[in-house]
Structures are given as C-alpha cells and as structure tokens.
C-alpha cells in the first residue's frame, strides 16, 4: 500500500509538473506573439489610422482658425465627438508600438536615445490627450449654452490652447520621437538605411514646418504607417522562406 501510494503520488507530481510546464509554455508563446515585430505593425497601422481619421474628421467639421465661431463648432459637435473618442485608442495603440519595439531592439538600445524616445514618445500621447480633454470640456459646456463662454473670452483662450498643444508641443514631440527612432535604427540596423532617413526628413518637417499647413501632423501617423507596413512585409517574406 505504501509503494502504491508513493507512486500515485509519484504520478500525481509528473503530471502537475507536465501541466505547468505547458502553461508555462503557452504563457510563452502568448508573450512572444505579443512582442513580435507583427504586434507592434497592427500597433503602428491602428494607431495612423485612427490618428488620420481623427484630423480629417475635425478639419472637415470646423477650420483651424480659433476664431471660427462658437456656432459652427455646436453645429459639429457630434462629428467632433466621435473624433475625440478615437483619440484614447490612437494614444493606446501608440504606447503598445512603442513598447513592442523597445522590447525588439532589446539589449542594443543606447540609454540615451532609448530615454528621449520614450520620453517624447509619452510626451506626445499626454499633449493629444490634454488637447482632446480641453475640447472635450469646451463642447461640454457650450451645450449649456455658448453665449456667455464666448463673451468671457474663455471660447477664444481654449481654442488657442488646443491649438498651440497639437500644432506646437505635440508636433515638435512626434519630430523628436522619429529622430530619435531613426538614430536607433542606424544603430542597431533594425530597418533599413533608407527607412531612416525618411524620419530624418520626416523630423524636419514637424521639427521646422509648424504652422505651415493645418495638413502638417498628419506627417507623424503617415511615417508611422510606412515603418508599420514595412514590418509586415518583412515578416511575411521572413515567413515564406
């Protein structure tokens, strides 16, 4: 009876052995499919799409100008809502690229770039999300009634804030996000010379070109797309040979 027992338990130990190392290794898998150069490519391709259908949304709804009028911004105010209600998905999108390439590059990354890149990185989502909240806020309290808002000044200083946090700030973070990127690519040849200088000149639009046209943040998510879609392409020909 004692063998008999010392065997089932024997058993009983192999099998929750086997049974964890299964989980562990499906615990694993789940981890490296996460964190695979195909994770942070949707990432990349959801966040530009969003980001792109956010600004044309607006821009279609109302004109850059912070002088439009209060009634033109209340007679849109539910494209501008659904515009703003992409941006926290945009921004999640974004944080989840970030990561899976921070973690791609691994061990190669120089601290230095590695810090600006996150940092600009994060600096960038919290100046969409602020310029978003404030608009949210404006739209919230012109429903009750927009007179007094504008009378006060209070429409025309919100609008000038939103304005100068996108087209300004989070702009001239997307620029130094893609220098930085791109000196790390060079570095650790990640992505191709080429890919490269395309964010050097992609930097130097964002970085010198602000104010110049209401279409200018639209340079950050379409870079983005482009190393997204260069990713995929390299995954699936890595996967076909």
């Given amino acids: 009876m004692l063998r008999a027992g010392s065997r089932a338990g024997r058993e009983s130990r192999i099998c929750l052995g086997s049974a964890a190392l299964g989980t562990m290794g499906r615990t694993d898998e789940l981890r490296q499919q996460l964190n695979s150069p195909r994770a942070a490519a949707i990432a990349g391709i959801l966040f530009s799409a969003l980001t792109i259908s956010t600004h044309l949304l607006i821009q279609g709804s109302i004109t850059a100008n912070p002088a439009v009028s209060a009634t033109e911004v209340l007679n849109h105010s539910k494209t501008i809502l659904l515009a703003l209600n992409l941006v ?22 120089d601290r230095l770039f590695a810090s600006v890149f996150f940092g600009s990185g994060v ?48 702009i001239r973070m997307a620029g130094v996000f893609i220098i930085t990127t791109s000196t790390i690519s060079l570095r650790t040849r ?33 870079w983005v797309f482009v190393i997204s879609i260069w990713i995929l392409v390299q995954r699936f020909q890595g996967t076909s040979n």
Avoid at 96 to 101: E, K, S
């Fill in 123 to 170: 600096l960038y989502v919290a100046m969409l999300f602020a310029s978003s909240a404030l608009a949210g806020g404006l739209l919230g309290v012109m429903s009750g009634g927009a007179q007094n808002l504008v009378s006060s000044g209070s429409y025309a200083l919100t609008r000038m804030e939103i304005r100068q946090i996108t087209t300004v700030y989070a």
């Fill in 190 to 222: 990640v992505m191709p010379r080429w890919l490269a200088l395309l964010g050097y000149l992609a930097a130097l639009v964002l970085l010198l070109g602000v104010g110049a046209s209401a279409w200018s943040p639209l340079v950050f998510p379409a």
């Fill in 88 to 109: 926290p998905l945009a921004g999640i999108a974004f944080l989840w690229f970030i990561g899976v390439f921070r973690d791609h590059v691994g061990k190669h990354e």
